[in-house]
């Protein structure tokens, strides 16, 4: 225990915490693209900084940032965007700012570390408007329309057809000319609800890929397995991933609940499966088709 009153496992896990955070705004500062953002990152960086030197002075200890937790956090900011980086950053802080006002007493600084500590989410709110999560829609409409569609196509095609890879190449023709026919209704659609934000072609591309992306992960296992059964497993497997990933991107991006849109997502990809499964058996068994 330090100073009687503080567990010191815990003082030194908020400690490195700190200096760790440090170290990741300074890094994601470097990618800020708007001078009053990085300034933003830069200032809370030198308040966590800050706050690592309370805890140094009573843990009488010094240490570094964990090089391997920065570099994940420059890898999120990198490929899902700086928002979304922010976002989960900030979600780690949530349980400092309860430890922070059981020191009041004991620590008076404590007061303003904690000030600091809720004011950061406000700062960091205004920042929120980076182009991964701007065209966070064009995603959203690529991805569903290709789950809906193609795990309901696929589902019907391989209670019809026998050969695994007959499927797999049918969906993969489909998907692609689905996404081209996608991409370009994304393009008309942003251009005729013109935004100064967004540009109706980088939209359109956005939607084109992600719809694509999404039919290569769904057809991939009928090009593994010879029979349909275990290639449908795995699709819906993959259906899911797909699913639970996004909507979190989402949940932490946007602050929107998590389990509500899974569940809403699953229920409607699925519940179309459910549907063409049953047209699939019919066709198979009514008219004997086996290709």
């Known amino acids: 225990m330090i100073s009687g009153a503080i ?3 815990k003082a030194l896990a908020q400690q490195q915490s700190e200096i760790d955070e440090y170290a990741i705004y300074t890094r994601l500062a470097k990618l800020a693209k708007k001078e009053a953002n990085r300034k ?4 809370i960086a030198q308040e966590e900084r800050n706050h690592y030197r309370f805890w140094e002075k009573i843990t009488k200890k010094s240490l570094k940032p964990r090089r391997h937790l920065v570099l994940f956090y420059l890898f999120l900011a990198r490929f899902f965007g700086l928002s979304f980086a922010l976002k989960l950053l900030e979600k780690r ?15 008076p600084e404590a007061k303003s570390i904690y000030a600091q500590e809720s004011n950061h989410e406000t700062k960091l709110l205004n920042m929120l408007n980076d ?6 829609g064009a995603v959203v409409l690529g991805m569903n329309d290709a789950l809906v569609e193609l795990t309901g196509t696929l589902t019907g095609i391989a209670f019809a057809f026998d050969k695994s890879f007959s499927v797999g190449v049918t969906g ?4 692609i000319a689905a996404s081209l026919s996608m991409a370009g209704s994304a393009y008309l659609e ?8 967004i540009r109706s072609a980088t939209y359109a591309v956005y939607t084109g890929l992600s719809y ?11 090009f593994f397995f010879n029979t349909t059964l275990p290639a449908l497993a795995v699709m819906f497997a993959a259906a899911v991933a797909a699913i639970v990933a996004y909507n979190f991107y989402i949940s932490v991006a946007r ?4 389990f509500k849109r899974v569940r809403e997502m699953a229920l409607i990809t699925f519940g179309v499966s459910l549907i063409t499964f049953g047209i699939g058996y019919v066709v198979r068994n009514w008219f004997g088709i086996e290709i």
């Open 131 to 136: 182009e991964k999560l701007l065209y966070a």
């Open 93 to 107: 802080e949530e349980g400092a700012e309860e430890f922070y006002r059981q020191l009041f007493d004991l620590y």
């Open 190 to 197: 942003a251009r005729d609800n013109p935004s100064p934000k």
């Open 40 to 43: 933003i990152l830069l200032q």
């Open 7 to 9: 567990d010191t496992q």
């Open 212 to 222: 694509i992306f999404t039919t290569l992960l769904l057809v991939l296992p009928y």
């Open 255 to 258: 602050d929107e609940p998590f």
């Open 172 to 175: 993969a023709i489909m998907g």
